[in-house]
């Protein structure tokens, strides 16, 4: 990974990783030393392996977000542009999710994370 927190350009493609703001805006330099740092998306790229295998084939996994919550009280997420996936499912999270909770979310859908919480969605689309 690159991983560099630098805002990504229009029409670049879509980096390794991403980081985003809990408002589903990329996060920019001044956003680190904000007090929202505690509440941030970590976008994955699956796609954007560069490592070959041992013969020459090309490796492609999930794209994930994942969503930090150190806040001490529930947030609620949006999920960035539908350039980085248009949706996505909850695999797993760290905190009890209410029955009332959807587990399937849509590109710049809303979703709750519960206060001192990781959760981790997959792309399906």
Do not use: C
Request: cysteine-free; overall charge negative.
């Amino acid at each position: 990974f690159t991983g560099r927190p630098e805002p990504r350009a229009a029409g670049t493609p879509i980096p390794d990783v991403a980081w985003f703001a809990p408002d589903g805006r990329e996060m920019a330099g001044g956003d680190w030393d904000n007090h929202f740092g505690r509440a941030v998306t970590l976008f994955v790229n699956g796609e954007a392996i560069v490592e070959r295998g041992s013969h020459g084939e090309r490796h492609v996994d999930d794209s994930f977000l994942l969503l930090f919550n150190a806040h001490d009280e529930t947030l609620e997420f949006t999920i960035p542009p539908a350039d980085y996936g248009e949706k996505w499912e909850l695999v797993t999270a760290t905190a009890a999710v209410s029955g009332r909770e959807a587990t399937t979310v849509a590109a710049a859908g809303q979703i709750l994370v519960p206060d001192r919480s990781l959760m981790v969605l997959d792309r399906t689309v």
